[in-house]
């Protein structure tokens, strides 16, 4: 982990927040401040005395008192001779921000020394914005107000002030104004760390059954929560590898959640795996110890020397490493696709595709006729056969008289995992005999979260040399 410079962001007067135009901020060459809390620091404006000599020219051209406010009620005004009184002897000038003093003809070619209180830029810095530490004027010569006082011991080198806690204890940080301070602010001043930090992994997860999904729920069982960043699918019409994520943002994971996702016409996405990027910032410093390869033969010949009754040779016990680092922990369960269905007001269209597979050519006369699917949603399957040399004029759909379609109704359907006799469906329905025959399978499929992941068609025939024969489809 690596940080950058320190930096100091106005937080109020709200109509510079953010901005960074009041202090210079700088490290310390050889002082540690990777690590430390975030600094508050407040300007504030200071009473303290200052003593100006001024020379007057002539009675009437003003003379500054002080670049900063000053208070008009306790102005001393002297020479060596006497003491001058306002407005007898001059004015003062407060208007638009000035500090002047402005002489009268009584004063004029004379030397002038006034005692004035200034209220001049001071700083306060706190971590926890409540206790604040002692004010420190921005002036090197005098930084504290009460030079008799016991304050923190300060060092001021080339106009650069440091930054200390609530306690006065130095943290590495230096200041300086960019110009002249002319209002009161509050600023906070961070050792950011640099976009690199932090552990960023890929969890991919495997769904037992692919169907259309558009939510996923996630559960953190870590103390230290981690962020979600992306999600990519790998499905029928999705690819991680070309495809745009299907989430993506920073959602951070410190509770039970439920991500939305859905393609780009805002329907769910047929999903068979999921890959999540994932981003822990957080992490504990633990020590591992690590033994040598070969302990167990030196601890083996240290343990042998000691009972011989001559020494071999010196034997040098190993010591194991102990190495420390920064352990990065993600835990994730009860992970589970899920899918929303909306609230529709208007009935849905029926039907979502048909699907024909096949030909499987028997060299015979079928007799039992077995077909095994794994299917989400509703699929229906129909079985159709074509004589041997028939076109597709020849199409006969095998009728199944007892079975109903996935909406309950009677249809003819194949049901997956059933068997049937095909020479008693055909002769009933037919009326005639095979020598050979092709087998098509239509799948209808009447949802939109209709899913057909692999299927099994095994057939047995007579009539031709080998006693059965099997075909598969996926």
Sequence with gaps: MTFGDPVASIVLPKSLAGTQSLLAVRRVPGQQTTGNLAVYLQIVFVPRRRTATIICPDGTSPQSLSDYRISPDDIIVCDSQQSYEEDQDYTIDLANGRSNLVPRSSLAGKTLNVQVTEYFPAYQCSTNNTDWSPAVMFDPATPFVDATANYFPIQIKDGWFPVVDELGSFVGIQIQPKGKLEFEALLRIATAANPTYGLTRVLEIEFDRPAYYNGLRLTPFVDMPVHLLEIE????????ANDTPIFKGDVLLDRPVSIR?????GNPVFVRRLFLTLYQPNYSLTQQVTDPADDLRQSSLASLQTVLPISDRPIQITLPTIQTGALYEIGLRDIAAERYNPVRLVPPATGRGVFVSGPFNVNGVPEVIRLDADITGGVDCYLFCRRGGAGPEGDTQVFLSDTRDSQGKASGAMLPGTAISFKDVWAAQAGSTLTSADLYIKWVFRSDDAVLTRFLLQ????????????????
């Design 233 to 240: 699918a790998e499905g029928m019409l999705t690819n991680p």
């Design 459 to 474: 057939v047995t025939a007579t009539g031709w040399a080998g006693a059965g024969t099997g075909f598969t489809g996926i």
């Design 261 to 265: 996702f859905a393609d780009a016409d």
